[in-house]
């Protein structure tokens, strides 16, 4: 590794200072806001959106640092990277506190939380949703294919699937998508992402599965998220759509049943 020059180091100080700056004032807002937010009025779930978006703001200043290391230093800037990997977290989990975790299960199970957000329309759902896909993506794109958080990012992406789903009021979503309607847009296009991004976390679960940790549990995720996958496409009326994510699930169980038995058969071997 060549050895870094003090010129070098100055140019790079002089380039992140604008970046470090805001990083500490998102940091301070963040302290402002959660101290609003844990009044728990009926404007915290507001709240915690804005603290999700906060957290999304944080994050691209860190990617930008790390941006700025490799471009003037030659190297990766290892401390930026894993604070916007948290940061990231946090916007996930500011997120899931205001429409949940559930991955599979009936709109009625999170329709209260909803309808908490109602004043946050469905253009700026999509607009969230699509600010945080990108910044995960450009996390992934700033560690690089190699990094040892390879698989971590299976968790991060399946949260956020999640998440985008929920965020969706259900209800209101065939309103929607009537041509014309104020938020049709915005409607199909956030239910067509949340349809990809539950499917590649389904694959992906498998895939940690397979090539990493060999855990029953992380096959479950994949088939518990198959399972969200199919509820949506009966809740859109997309019997066809539904009926291959159920013939894959059935795929997909019976190889879960197998395997399992044959670990089980392993262990009292041993």
Known sequence: MAKISDQEKSIYYEKVKIYVAMTR??????????????????????????????MLNLSSYYIAINGMSQAVLKNKNEEALNDARKSLYKAVIYLEEVVTNLIDAPFSDYEEKVAMIESFNQDQRYNLVCKMGLAIDMLEQAYGDNSKWRWTFVDLEGRFAVTAKNIINLKTAYENMAPGAEFYDS???????????????????????????????????????????????????????????KKKLAIWSAKLETDHKKQEEAKKRT
Do not use: W
């Open 25 to 54: 004032a998102l940091l301070d807002t963040e302290k402002k806001l959660l101290v609003e937010a844990r009044k728990n009025t009926p404007n915290s779930p507001i709240q915690k959106i804005a603290l999700c978006d906060e």
């Open 187 to 245: 409607t199909v296009y956030h239910l067509r992402l949340v349809k990809k991004l539950i499917s590649q976390a389904a694959d992906r679960y498998r895939e940690k599965y397979e090539l990493s940790t060999g855990q029953i549990l992380d096959f479950k995720t994949g088939i518990n998220f198959l399972g969200a996958l199919r509820r949506l496409h009966i809740v859109m009326s997309e019997s066809e759509d539904a009926n291959e994510v």
